[in-house]
């Protein structure tokens, strides 16, 4: 089992800067991550793709972030930041942080989920 702890939502200006960060934290035996990171809903909207950062370094990054956004991991890697700049009103929603071992990751399988943080891109 794996909690998953954001922290760093809020509202913000248009123009405005974020940062969010996510924590994995294993409850009783290891669990080794394999990709952790970012998705978002607004409302009335699917779930979808902020930005993702495997633990080889690849990222991946949805077309409407790309160039505002950035990705990072802590050296302790179970803990991830999304750096998010240049927000505008369209970035407004849900931000769900995401991790998966290998197994779920190649098999498409949901892994652990956050509950969310609200961010608020509004004058």
């Known amino acids: 089992q794996v909690e998953i702890v954001e922290s760093g939502g809020g509202l913000v200006q248009p123009g405005g800067s974020l940062r969010l960060s996510c924590a994995a934290v294993?409850?009783?035996?290891?669990?080794?991550?394999?990709?952790m990171g970012w998705y978002r809903q607004a409302p009335g909207k699917q779930r979808e793709l902020v930005a993702v950062?495997?633990?080889?370094?690849?990222?991946n990054y949805g077309d409407s972030v790309k160039g505002r956004f950035t990705i990072s991991r802590s050296n302790a890697k179970n803990l991830v930041y999304l750096q998010m700049n240049s927000l505008k009103s369209e970035d407004t929603a849900v931000y769900y942080c995401?991790?998966?071992?290998?197994?779920?990751?190649?098999?498409?399988?949901?892994?652990?989920w956050g509950q969310g943080t609200q961010v608020t891109v509004s004058s």
């Open positions: 995401n991790a998966r071992n290998v197994y779920q990751h190649n098999r498409d399988l949901p892994g652990y």
């Open positions: 294993a409850v009783g035996r290891n669990f080794d991550i394999y990709i």
């Open positions: 950062l495997s633990s080889d370094e690849n990222t």
